[in-house]
């Protein structure tokens, strides 16, 4: 009688036992996938901030300086709608020995603008969307005044020209 309980209590053991390296197993993945779910959420505010400050056309005193020279449209509100953001894998990045991953953001604007408008605007909102993810990953100190690129614990972010479609 007391070696049915034995060998009860074994397979049990060997259950637990499995389950605990299945779960060690996976771990690895569900910090990746997390940390990218975390990266996107991060790239969706900065992209709504920098729509926000860019739509309403409010400039640091440099660039409104610029802008008045050479871009006026741009003092004016304008409207612009996000259609998508995306992210790609681009391979290992051999000189920081991580994933490499590119955002890119697709929009529509309402009104004609030349090419170098555009530039600025998709500037400034790729320029939001890297700041917020360096926020999100306290990785500030680590970049550029530009944030470019942004670092966490296993990737390193680069932004893509936005796409005006």
């Known amino acids: 009688m007391m070696g049915n309980r034995g060998q009860i ?24 996938e997390n940390e990218l779910n975390t ?8 992209v709504t901030e920098g729509l926000g400050t860019s739509s309403a056309a409010i400039y640091s005193k440099d660039s409104y300086n610029d802008y008045s ?8 509100p304008y409207s612009v709608e996000i259609i998508n953001i995306t992210y790609n894998d681009l391979g290992r990045d051999n000189n920081y020995d991580k994933q490499k991953i590119q955002f890119k953001v697709y929009a529509k604007i ?10 600025s605007i998709g500037d400034r909102i790729n320029y939001n969307l890297r700041k917020s993810l360096a926020t999100c990953f306290n990785s500030t100190s680590s970049t550029n005044k530009l944030y470019n690129p942004v670092f966490s614990p296993h990737y390193v972010f680069t932004t893509a ?3 005006w479609v």
Not at 9 to 31: D, K, P, Q, R, T
Not at 39 to 46: D, F, Q
């Open 110 to 119: 309402s009104d004609k603008y030349s090419k170098s408008e555009l530039d």
């Open 39 to 46: 990266a996107m959420g991060a790239a969706r505010n900065g």
């Open 69 to 76: 020279l050479s871009k006026s449209n741009l003092l004016h």
């Open 9 to 32: 209590a074994g397979e049990y053991l060997l259950l637990a036992g499995v389950l605990i390296i299945i779960v060690m197993m996976s771990i690895e993945f569900i910090a990746y």
């Open 161 to 163: 020209n936005i796409k």
